[in-house]
C-alpha cells in the first residue's frame, strides 16, 4: 500500500473514531437527560410557615415540602406579595407591599414536570409574633407582653406543647382563638389555660363552625396565666398521642382588650344609619355604635370603638 493509500485510509479511520465517539456521547448525554428527568418530580406543599405576615415588612418563610429541583417557581393570586427564592431549598424572602390586599392568599410552586397543591398565606395589618422554642413547659412559657398578640407557631414535633404567658387583672377577659383546620393544617388543635400552679382553668377543643378551638376566661385574682395549644392528628386515626411535624402550623390570637363578636343588629340596610349593639367581652359601656351605611361605598365598611 502506497502512501496516498495509507493516508487516505488513516483518514477514514479517524472519521470512523469520532462518529463513533460522538455517538457514544449522544447515547450518555441523552440516557442522563432520562435519568435526570425521571428524578425530577412537580413540587409538593405542604405548607407555609409562618402563615402569616404582615404588610410592608420582608420575612423569610419557609415552604414544607418536597422541592426536587430547586428552585421552583411560585405562583400566587393577589400582586404585591412577592417570593424570592433563597439559595436553601425551601426557603423564600418574601416581600409584602404596604398596598397589598388583606386576607387569606393562595400560593402554588410549579415547574417543568407540574404544579403542587394550593396552600394559605394570610395578608394581615397587625404585627405578627413568632413562636420561639422551647416553650413546651407550663413554668417556662414564652412571655406575650403587646396586645392584641397575633402569634404564629408551629406544632414541630410529636408530643409538642407550645406555652405562653399572660398577664390579667381581677375581672379581666382573656379571648383565645386558634387557626389550624381553617389554614388547611393536618391538627386538631386544643387550647387550655392553666395557673402558676399549672390547674387547668379553662380548655376548649372545637370553638364553633369549625375543628378550630375558641375560649374565653376571666381572671378572679390578678396573676400570670399559661394559654397551651396542642393537638391531635387530623384526619383522625387509632392514635392518642399529641400530634407534631413540620406540617402542623397555627395561628394563635389573644386579646385582653375589647372583643367584638357580633351586632345586634347583625346587618344594616345600604342607605340607612343604625345604632348597633355590640356584644363580646370587655367592652365600654354603652356597648354600641352608630353606623352610618349612607356612605358604604362596597361591600364592607369599618367602624371603631
Known amino acids: 500500500m502506497d502512501a496516498s493509500s495509507r493516508n487516505c485510509l488513516r483518514s477514514l479511520l479517524a472519521r470512523a473514531f469520532s462518529l463513533r465517539f460522538r455517538s457514544a456521547n449522544a447515547c450518555f448525554f441523552a440516557a442522563w437527560l432520562v435519568s435526570n428527568s425521571a428524578d425530577a418530580a412537580a413540587p409538593v406543599l405542604d405548607h ?12 423569610v418563610v419557609t415552604a414544607v415540602g418536597k422541592f426536587d429541583p430547586w428552585p421552583a417557581k411560585i405562583w400566587v393570586d393577589a400582586p404585591g ?35 403542587s397543591g394550593l396552600r394559605f398565606l394570610v395578608v394581615t395589618k397587625e404585627r405578627q409574633t413568632e413562636e420561639v422554642e422551647p416553650n413546651n413547659e407550663f413554668k417556662k412559657p414564652q412571655m406575650i407582653d403587646a ?9 414541630e414535633k410529636s408530643g409538642d406543647v407550645d406555652s405562653y404567658a399572660v398577664a390579667l387583672e381581677v375581672g379581666q377577659t382573656l379571648v383565645a382563638s386558634v387557626e ?8 386538631d388543635a386544643v ?14 377543643h372545637d370553638g364553633g363552625p369549625t375543628l378550630d378551638p375558641f375560649l374565653t376566661w376571666t381572671a378572679k385574682s390578678a396573676g400570670t396565666y399559661v394559654v397551651q395549644v396542642f393537638g391531635f392528628g387530623y384526619p383522625a386515626d387509632s392514635s392518642v398521642n399529641f400530634v ?20 345586634v343588629p347583625l346587618g344594616v340596610p345600604r342607605g340607612r344609619k343604625r345604632t348597633l349593639e355590640l356584644v363580646g367581652w370587655n367592652l365600654p359601656a354603652p356597648a354600641s355604635v352608630e353606623f352610618d351605611a349612607t356612605t358604604v361605598a362596597g361591600d364592607r365598611s369599618e367602624a371603631r370603638l
Open 180 to 187: 389550624a383546620y381553617t389554614l388547611a393544617s393536618p391538627v
Open 81 to 115: 406579595i412577592v417570593f424570592k427564592a433563597e439559595t436553601n431549598s425551601g426557603k423564600f424572602s418574601v416581600e409584602v407591599a404596604a398596598d397589598a390586599p388583606v386576607g387569606g392568599h393562595l400560593v402554588r410552586l410549579y415547574n417543568e414536570q407540574g404544579v
Open 191 to 204: 387550647l387550655r389555660v392553666v395557673d402558676a400552679r399549672g390547674v387547668q382553668v379553662a380548655w376548649n
Open 147 to 155: 396586645f392584641p398578640a397575633f402569634i404564629n407557631g408551629r406544632l
Open 48 to 59: 407555609l410557615f409562618p402563615a402569616a405576615v404582615q404588610v410592608g415588612t420582608t420575612n
Open 244 to 263: 407534631g411535624n413540620a406540617k402542623c402550623v397555627y395561628r394563635l390570637h389573644l386579646s385582653r382588650g375589647p372583643y367584638v363578636n357580633h351586632t
